[in-house]
């Protein structure tokens, strides 16, 4: 399949759409850093062009999926280093490290879906889904991770604010 590569390298041009995403606008903008975001965009667009205009030639749609990975990739080093005094490089890795570990173990289970089941490609990749979420999920539960256990208990207190009112009514 010849558009797996593609895929496989905009994955990880939206890790780092949404890391930038993370930097610019809940950091950069709150702290009114506005001008050097919106330069780091300006950069990052005019990188992502000019390597567009070498590498297409060669590697077609590959080439165009690439310079976008190096596009964010300036992006986010570009407001790295705008909020250095807030996060050190360190910092960042050590927060990180569990969750790429995490995501290394779903693409193992996500990769291996194929060698136990071999059915028809739309059930292979529903079921490779699943079994993404779902390991990731289960990773995030045993870890006892903090984003997953807030999300779980925020939506426990909707549930039970929502269960009263239907009682009230």
Do not use: W
Request: hydrophobic share 55%; glycine share 6%; aromatic share 12%.
């Amino acid at each position: 399949m010849p558009v797996v590569p593609v895929i496989i390298i905009l994955i990880l041009s939206l890790f780092l759409a949404a890391i930038s995403d993370l930097f610019g606008m809940q950091i950069m903008v709150i702290r009114g850093q506005n001008r050097a975001y919106a330069y780091s965009g300006i950069i990052g667009s005019i990188v992502s062009f000019g390597f567009n205009l070498f590498i297409v030639t060669m590697l077609a749609s590959e080439g165009t999926a690439l310079a976008f990975l190096v596009g964010n990739l300036v992006i986010v080093s570009i407001q790295m280093y705008f909020i250095r005094d807030l996060l050190s490089l360190k910092q960042i890795i050590k927060m990180m490290m569990p969750y790429l570990l995490y995501s290394l173990t779903m693409m193992a289970c996500i990769l291996a879906v194929p060698h136990i089941y071999s059915g028809p490609s739309f059930y292979t990749l529903a079921i490779q889904c699943v079994v993404g979420l779902g390991s990731y999920l289960v990773i995030l539960f045993i870890r006892r991770d903090e984003i997953l256990h807030y999300v779980l208990s925020s939506f426990r207190k909707k549930q039970l604010s929502k269960d009263k009112r239907m009682e009230e009514i």
